[in-house]
């Protein structure tokens, strides 16, 4: 479950850098400086690592290459400073403690952790992934200001269209629209109470006996977002949480905590720590109610009895959604799915999660599938039932079929212009440094100020 889309670093990634650094003997120099960054030799070989670790063919890539890539970042990173855009401490160590749980996980003990990493003790492991994320944070806040404002009208997407060479249009694979019956099961009263006052138990429990509200959610909450980190988020009203969720957090005061509430996440308390201006940093702990194994059954049941109406022709499939199905999200579209990579409802087959591959994949035209068991952003289990709604054959690009998928490429393009007027301008009156053998490298921007 996931209450706010988060940028992360890859887990995995944590391991290669620092394997890398751990394994580095030769002695490192300084070849390459943006603002108050630097930028080492061994940090190349860093990303290196990087990309192959996540299966990327490096071959054709340069050193040069990837030395312009960091110093990329670096920029961003430096302007971020500069625009007095903020990345708290405690966002950081909120992601630090993910991290470090994670690798502990893996390799046993933090002693283990820090023996792997080849670092004197654990405050220097810690203190050289925090700049790590730190960094990251800073360079993704900077990228997405530069685009936050970049807007396409139809008739820029229209003009993109046209400049395209007829050899040259897009193709797209062969694609489906895929719709979907959801039946959750009935969860009781009962069970709701139960959640209900087991959070208010922990409430009074901070409240009076000065209990952690930290160790509680890291004991209790089913938030694996948050949970490692004591239920900790940085909000503000523009922020992706739930209507339910915000509405509580900016009505508390610092040090207030809520009484419990329901979200389709399942029922929470929230502690707010700090006020800073629009930005409101909190801990909650959710509990999701589960429903009995007698509900369970009796929703497959429900599903099966679904499935059967639609094929003995009682009502159509998109009928069924909008009379029964549990999935607000879909239902009144008569259960067609929104694909979240492109924001349309097609979806291409060789792109598709391969977990709803395995069900449509051989369905035909007309046919639904048998009551799949799934379960939803709170670890509940549901049924569900699925047909293909609409087939769509590999095809070169056309913009009125293909509106929404070109005007995702236009605002792409649009925004890298953006980008890159924007990094003419900061290289300009940013100090760059570049050492030793890569001054001869030919970037594509202009690092040596020519």
């Not at 050289?128 to 990228?143: G, H, P, S, Y």
């Not at 369970?296 to 499935?307: D, G, L, M, N, Q």
């Amino acid at each position: 479950m996931r209450l706010i889309q988060r940028v992360s670093i890859c887990l995995t990634l944590v391991f290669a850098v620092f394997s890398a650094a751990a394994q580095k003997t030769k002695v490192d120099g300084v070849v390459g400086v943006v603002g108050d960054y630097i930028i080492l030799d061994s940090d190349i070989d860093k990303s290196f690592i990087e990309l192959r670790s996540q299966g990327a063919d490096v071959k054709e890539i340069t050193r040069c290459q990837m030395l312009g890539k960091l110093l990329e970042d670096k920029l961003y990173a430096h302007q971020a400073i500069q625009d007095s855009i903020v990345v708290t401490d405690a966002e950081v160590n909120s992601k630090l403690d993910e991290q470090v749980g994670y690798m502990v996980e893996q390799l046993g003990s933090m002693d283990k952790v820090v023996q792997y990493f080849k670092k004197t003790n654990e405050q220097d492991l810690k203190s050289e992934l925090f700049e790590i994320i730190k960094a990251n944070k800073l360079t993704a806040e900077m990228q997405k200001k530069i685009v936050d404002e970049v807007t396409i009208t139809p008739e820029e997407v229209r003009d993109f269209y046209k400049k395209i060479p007829k050899e040259e249009l897009p193709v797209f694979g062969a694609e489906m629209e895929i719709a979907q019956i959801v039946i959750k099961p009935e969860v009781s009263k009962e069970a709701k109470q139960a959640v209900i006052d087991q959070l208010k138990a922990f409430r009074k429990d901070i409240l009076e006996n000065g209990a952690s509200f930290f160790t509680k959610a890291v004991l209790y909450s089913e938030d694996p977002g948050s949970k490692n980190s004591g239920g900790y988020y940085k909000m503000n009203r523009k922020t992706q949480f739930v209507k339910e969720f915000k509405d509580v957090a900016f009505s508390l005061q610092e040090g207030e905590i809520s009484e419990p509430f329901e979200t389709e996440f399942g029922f929470h308390i929230i502690q707010v720590d700090k006020i800073k201006g629009q930005d409101v940093e909190l801990r909650h702990i959710v509990i999701a109610p589960k429903a009995s194994t007698d509900a369970v059954k009796a929703a497959k049941e429900k599903a099966e009895k679904i499935r059967n109406r639609i094929l003995n022709k009682e009502l159509t499939f998109a009928e069924a959604a909008r009379q029964f199905s549990d999935e607000k999200e879909t239902k009144n579209d008569g259960g067609v799915l929104t694909n979240p990579k492109t924001q349309d409802t097609r979806f291409e087959l060789t792109k598709m999660d391969p977990s709803m591959y395995g069900v449509v994949a051989n369905l035909k035209d007309g046919e639904i599938s048998y009551p799949i068991a799934d379960e939803d952003r709170t670890n509940a289990k549901f049924f569900k039932i699925m047909t293909v709604a609409n087939r769509f054959e590999e095809h070169t690009a056309d913009y009125a079929k293909d509106y929404l998928r070109l005007k995702e490429l236009a605002l792409k393009e649009k925004q890298l212009k953006e980008i890159a007027k924007w990094s003419v301008e900061k290289i300009k009156e940013t100090h760059i440094k570049i050492n030793g053998e890569y001054r001869d490298c030919a970037f594509t921007n202009n690092w040596l100020k020519k």
